[in-house]
DNA sequence: AAGTTGCCTTGACGCAGATCAAGCGGTGAA
DNA sequence: TTCACCGCTTGATCTGCGTCAAGGCAACTT
């Protein structure tokens, strides 16, 4: 552990995520001190998987950079994705031994990896980062709910506003971008994986982008760059009822 | 706290499934206590609304009979079921005082609840109770996301299938009831409320069913009442590719 | 006995989104 | 320079499920 991880920890943003959430954010030296000797980094390169559904997975880990997916498939190839991984995202499960769905890096990803079995037997000895995780979890499941209204009732033109939405948020909660008065995203994903994410065609993708596009409510600039010239109006079209407090 | 209420405890099942779950499996009699103090039971008829997504939330609470529904609804009425709560579920969320979604007793409830101030005190107390809150809740991830895909990706057939494996397993789970041969299951559900939980309408549902039921896939007795001549058929037809461990 | 209500089934029809297919522009390799 | 490939767009057509509508059955009320 150097001097700059220490320095890291301490800020309020450290290279490693799970580091700072669960625990630094409560600044318990020894729990720190005890993450650090299990922990280690990993790197895999864009389209490259992580973990196949099924594959034995002994050690949970954090996001450090990059944006992975994780996806179910059926036997004939229909696949959808059931989650987003963002840095800080965490993923694996303490007390189960093989993965559930496939984890695939979309973009190049460093993730900072610990060892299950001394994660666990930490955990067991320092509460808080058993909290933290609640916490991430319960988090988790209310965005997989939130997930569930949209792929089950939403329509085509209100899931890619929704989708567009939620990566706007996540942008802004890292760091807002603004020029000219407008929202500005950068779409992570490629059509076809949009599509795996809403439950739709790419076909079907491309042609409600369009839509959104000739009606003003989103500029494209490029193919993976969006302007928002008017949040809520991009709110109203995703059938959504709030923002979530996100400019409030 | 009645010698009854100890004699629950250290049998294998209580009439409160947290208390048995999170603490009782390591018995541990001061947890056990402090629990104790702070729980009591409220009972809801069929139909009745237990919390309004938005409304405050003291409590957290699990089931002890009777089945519950977490519902989304959009502001035009579209409705989405995104979980089913079984006797022994878990509901509500440390850290937070809203609820995120309508919670309604589908059938007459039982509920044993807990303030959820000095259920947090307890928690941070006793790493036990957090923990086995993790596995539960990282349980309930996992079935949202199989959800998800069913969403996404299935055809209505595949859904109503699905859904019929999903109770008949979760009832096996407690008591699996043969009768020649055959695995018998009751929907507690009704066509509309399944139609909410799979994104479909009542109609189709209905339609599904009597297809299912014309093929020989399943046997209807009244309504309610569904007879499984062949659990692998059903698993076929709804698309998944392993019984998940139910009847090995 | 007749009417009401809740839950379910079935039919006819229309439409949103899937499927099939063609083509475009950028990028990298030969 | 040409070719191939990838990600994307757009058009034409098809289809699964939604929508609208009618009616059946069981339980309950009057």
Redesign the interface.
Known sequence: MSLQDLQFVHQDCGDCPIRHRAVCARCEADELARLEQIKYYRSYQAGQTIVWSGDRMDFVASVVSGIAT?T?T???G???M??LLLPSDFVG????NSA??DVTATTDVVMCCFRKKPFEEM???T?HV??R???M??D???S??????L???KTAREKIASLVAIIARRDAALNLRRTKGMLNVDLPLTREEMADY??LTLETVSRQISALKRDGVIHLEGKRHIAIPDFDRLLEEA?D?SDGGMLA
């Open positions: 994780l179910q059926m036997e004939d229909r696949r959808q059931v989650g499960r303490p007390g189960r559930a769905y955990m067991t000895q509460p058993a909290q995780l609640l916490e979890t319960l988790e499941l209310d997989a709910r939130e997930w569930m209204l792929l089950g009732r809403l439950g059938g009822d």
